[in-house]
C-alpha cells in the first residue's frame, strides 16, 4: 500500500500529525514515522506505525526511509546549522524516491518576512521549486504553545520585544490537523497555505489573558531586542536560539504574524484555537 511519512515524527508536531492521520482512518501501517533515535518511537510502534530511521544530517538514510512513500510531510529542522542544507537533502531523497507530493512546515508570511527565521524557510521552498518535486508549502503561524503560561505566573511577567504588534497564533494541533488534511486530501499539490489563528492578539491582550485565569497580578515587560536577546542568553538559552526570538517578536511588531487568512479554519474545517484555549490548555496540563 502507498505510504505517508512523517519526519520528526517524535517532535510535539510529529506526533500530533500522526495521530491526526490515523483520526482520519489511514491505517497505522500505512504511516510512516521517519525519526533519528526509533527507542523513542515506542509508542508509535505501539500503534501500529512504521518506524524508520534517518538523520537530517545523514544523506545515507533516506533511500531506505522513503521506500515505497507516496506522501512525505518534511517538518522543518530545529537544528540552526545550515537548515536548507538539511532540508534539501530530504528533498532530493524524494525526488529519487519518486515521491508524489512533499509538504513542508514553513513560515507565515516566509516571502515577505524579515524575521531571521524567514531565510531557512524562504530557502527551502525556492530548493522545493528548483526540484520538481509536487510539493505544498504549509507556512505556519506560531504556535500558542510557544508562550509559557505557568511560567508567566511563576515569575509575574512576560517578558519580549514585540511591542504592539498582533499575533495570529493557533494550537499545535490546528497545524496537525491542516498537515493531516493535505496529506490524505487531493488538489494541493502546488498551494501555498498562509496559516495562521483566527483571532490575533498583542503581547499586552496575552498576558492579561493569563492573569485572568490564573488569579494573579502579571506585567508584560516590552524590552529593547537587543537586552531580550541577552536576557535570554543569560537565561541560559543558546546564543543561535535568543538571536532568533529576539528577532522573532521585532519581526511581530512589524506585524510578520498577523495575517487575515482563512487558510488554516479552511483546511482543517472548524474554527482555530482561541487565546484564551490556549491558555486554559497549558493551565490544564
Known amino acids: 500500500m502507498p505510504k505517508i511519512a512523517i519526519t520528526a515524527a517524535t517532535g510535539h508536531l510529529g506526533q500530533l500529525v500522526v495521530q491526526a492521520l490515523l483520526n ?5 501501517g500505512d504511516i510512516v514515522a521517519i525519526v533519528r533515535d526509533p527507542a523513542k518511537a515506542a509508542d508509535l510502534a505501539a500503534k501500529g506505525v512504521e518506524v524508520r530511521q534517518a538523520d537530517y544530517r545523514q544523506p545515507g538514510g533516506w533511500p531506505a526511509a522513503l521506500a515505497g512513500v507516496e506522501r512525505l510531510l518534511l517538518i522543518s529542522s530545529n537544528d540552526f546549522n545550515d537548515r536548507v542544507g538539511q532540508h534539501r537533502t530530504v528533498i532530493e ?6 515521491v508524489k507530493l512533499l509538504a513542508y512546515t514553513s513560515l507565515l508570511k ?5 524575521m531571521s527565521l524567514a531565510a531557512d524557510h524562504w530557502g527551502t521552498e525556492q530548493a522545493l521549486r528548483e526540484s520538481g518535486v509536487p510539493h505544498t508549502v504549509l507556512r505556519n503561524g506560531w504556535y500558542l504553545e510557544n508562550y509559557n503560561v505557568r511560567q508567566a505566573l511563576e515569575t509575574g511577567a512576560v517578558l519580549g520585544a514585540a511591542g504592539e504588534g498582533r499575533i495570529h497564533a493557533a494550537a499545535r494541533q490546528d497545524y496537525a490537523e491542516a498537515a493531516a488534511a ?12 498562509e496559516l495562521a489563528g483566527d483571532q490575533g492578539f498583542t503581547m499586552a491582550e496575552l498576558t492579561a489573558e493569563i492573569a485572568r485565569q490564573g488569579g494573579k497580578t502579571v506585567v508584560y515587560q516590552n524590552l529593547p531586542a537587543a537586552e531580550y536577546g541577552k536576557m535570554l542568553e ?3 538559552l543558546p546564543v543561535p536560539v535568543a538571536q532568533m526570538l529576539a528577532s522573532s517578536d521585532t519581526g511581530i511588531a512589524r506585524g510578520e504574524l498577523a495575517s487575515s487568512s482563512t487558510d488554516l479554519r479552511d483546511l482543517i474545517g472548524h ?3 482561541t487565546l484564551a484555549e490556549g491558555v486554559a490548555a497549558q493551565l490544564s496540563s
Open 93 to 98: 531523497a524524494a525526488k529519487a524516491a519518486g
Open 271 to 273: 474554527p482555530t484555537t
Open 234 to 236: 543569560g537565561f541560559g
Open 110 to 114: 516566509a516571502d515577505t518576512a524579515q
Open 182 to 193: 493535505v496529506l490524505t486530501g487531493q488538489g494541493h499539490a502546488g498551494k501555498v497555505y
Open 24 to 28: 482520519r482512518g489511514v491505517p497505522a
